[in-house]
């Protein structure tokens, strides 16, 4: 889903990691509908809910192809995505406008042993963060692990350590249920760091629902501990993004086409977002913030 934020590009493929990160999915797949453990099987026994597997992918749901038509924008996306998913979170870190707070998903996850505790990324888009963590997206980009609504996990009560999920929930029309099947699958005392927007222009990825305050943001998790809420990204990024966009309506005279045309010469103000080096600092910065990251821990 996410393609706003980044933080370290795809790591090389490790065939001992991705063989034993399978194996430990394979332990806690568990119906989608009522929970039961399913045995690495894709058929649940007790409900008969049935998904499928694609070789190490499992399937339980997901975006349907419609859905990821229905905006022309994204229409392109996806077909860059699933054609160059290797080299999409790179190229999304240079022509992006926002620059995301530097090692705020790679210190979270340093955070875990992610050779015992079981991390998974909640709705990935193309990003492999490590080879030790499990990929779930609705789309089925080439590094997804497991296909599905994010609202409805195929995995085991109390299975994971911690979780990311990195602009996501501006998307769904349903955060509330997204956040309920986080602590759903989150052992006590398990964590996530969640990333959503504030000053971002609308971005369809296959849908673009909502935007967050530093207030509001807090008031999403309230089954979980609020550990910490920071700027994510910074003033600079939302500030250039709406001027790409005002930019080129300006120069478009009222045609959706030319506006279109224009959009990508735009980028070339991207790295302007530099500036967020030090403005995401500022003690004001959260008042027009491109996003916000916010770390929540399950109870124990």
Same mark, same amino acid.
């Given at each position: 889903?996410?393609?706003?934020? @980044?933080?370290? $590009?795809? @790591? ?22 009522? =929970?039961?453990?399913?045995?690495? @099987?894709?058929?649940?026994? /007790? ?7 694609? /070789? %190490? ?32 979170? *790179? ?10 707070? $530097? /090692?705020?998903?790679?210190? &979270? ?12 990324? &909640?709705?990935?888009?193309? =990003? ?46 349903? $955060? ?6 986080? =602590? ?13 927007? &504030? ?13 967050? @305050? ?19 990204? /910074? $003033? ?19 045609? *959706? ?8 010469? %735009? ?13 995401? =600092? ?19």
């Amino acid at each position: 889903m996410n393609d706003t934020v @980044t933080d370290t $590009p795809p @790591t090389a493929p490790s065939a001992p990691s991705a063989a034993t990160r399978h194996a430990r999915l394979a332990e806690v797949l568990a119906c989608p509908a009522c =929970h039961a453990p399913l045995h690495g @099987t894709v058929v649940c026994a /007790g409900c008969g809910t049935t998904g499928r597997r694609d /070789g %190490t992918r499992y399937r339980f749901g997901g975006f349907e192809p419609e859905e990821l038509k229905a905006d022309a924008l994204n229409r392109v996306k996806e077909f860059v995505k699933t054609r160059f998913h290797k080299v999409y979170p *790179t190229a999304i870190k240079v022509l992006s406008p926002v620059m995301d707070r $530097p /090692g705020a998903i790679t210190g &979270f996850l340093k955070s875990f042993d992610l050779d015992r505790d079981l991390v998974a990324d &909640f709705g990935c888009g193309t =990003h492999r963060r490590d080879e030790r963590v499990i990929c779930m997206d609705g789309g089925s980009y080439g590094n997804v692990d497991i296909v599905t609504d994010l609202r409805r996990l195929p995995l085991a009560d109390n299975s994971l350590a911690g979780g990311v999920s990195i602009a996501v929930l501006e998307h769904v029309p349903d $955060p509330a249920n997204h956040v309920a099947e986080m =602590h759903r699958v989150l052992r006590p005392g398990g964590r996530m760091l969640v990333f959503v927007p &504030f000053m971002q222009p609308f971005h369809a990825s296959p849908h673009d629902f909502q935007r967050y @305050t530093e207030v509001g943001l807090k008031e999403q998790f309230p089954q979980f501990e609020v550990l910490d809420v920071k700027v994510g990204a /910074g $003033p600079t990024s939302g500030m250039v993004w709406v001027f790409q966009e005002w930019l080129a309506m300006l120069l478009s005279f009222g045609s *959706t086409r030319l506006y279109r045309a224009i959009l990508p010469l %735009t980028w070339i103000l991207s790295p302007l977002k530099v500036l967020d080096l030090v403005l995401a =600092h500022h003690p004001m910065a959260s008042q027009v913030a491109s996003g916000f990251v916010v770390e929540v821990r399950k109870p124990a």
